[in-house]
């Protein structure tokens, strides 16, 4: 049964830093890892997907990379800001629909 | 393009009463719907996953006689709650693809369903 795991649960971070949250997998059997954010009290934001046979995908500030053999993902944020204070959730799809992380919560400090 | 709706954004109800929430797709076709719980601080759960003009598939541990489903056309599932209790209160959201596009095929989240039964 695929399990994602990502840490830290949480993180506070003064403005303008850079900053990565990671994610990992048990089963490396995937077709694509999607980084989510969620706001309190709100839906899903997809940020980026990647896709088994990618390495990395960029948007913006934002960078995420794959090493599905090991099971990871990170989420590399550039330059923080107050407004990028949520939850990002971390999600896989394999043989059996997305499996979500329990997301890690960032608090930038302005 | 690829939006997805919730109605209501919120609902609060009695005790044992049933509740309805709509999930639409509003610029594609979904052949597939999914939904979801969130429990404070919790992930997202699969409850179940609905394909066009068929029955839905529960999760293990998901009554499907408690939590309805019906994904009628391409446009709109329902989810409706039966005799709820104060421990059915959570976040409900839905998704949806097409899985004409290919597997796997790219979920689009709508925003979400607040349940407060009281």
């Known amino acids: 049964k695929q399990e994602v795991t990502q840490i830290p649960a949480a993180l506070s971070v003064p403005e303008g830093e850079n900053l990565v949250l990671n994610c990992s997998f048990t089963?490396?059997?995937?077709?694509?890892l999607q980084w989510f954010r969620q706001d309190p009290g709100k839906g899903l934001t997809s940020l980026l997907l990647i896709q088994s046979s990618q390495r990395e995908q960029t948007s913006g500030r934002l960078n995420a990379s794959l090493d599905k053999s090991s099971g990871r993902s990170t989420l590399y944020i550039a330059a923080s800001q107050p407004g990028d204070s949520a939850t990002y959730l971390c999600a896989v799809s394999g043989n059996t629909p997305l499996v979500f992380g329990k997301g890690t919560r960032l608090s930038v400090i302005a | 393009g690829a939006v997805v709706s919730q109605h209501p954004s919120r609902v609060i109800c009695k005790s044992g009463t049933s509740v309805k929430i709509e999930c639409r797709s509003l610029d594609f076709q979904a052949t597939t719907m999914f939904w979801y719980r969130q429990f404070p601080k919790q992930s997202l759960m699969l409850m179940a996953t609905?394909?066009?003009?068929?029955?839905?598939?529960?999760e293990q541990g998901v009554e499907k006689d408690k939590f309805l489903i019906n994904h009628a056309s391409l446009t709109l599932s329902t989810l409706t709650v039966t005799s709820a209790h104060p421990e059915d209160s959570s976040f409900y959201i839905c998704?949806?693809?097409?899985?004409?596009?290919?597997?796997?095929?790219?979920?689009?989240f709508g925003p979400g369903t607040r349940l407060t039964v009281t």
């Open positions: 089963d490396s059997a995937i077709y694509n």
């Open positions: 609905s394909n066009e003009g068929s029955k839905a598939t529960y």
């Open positions: 998704s949806a693809g097409d899985r004409n596009r290919g597997f796997p095929y790219e979920q689009y």
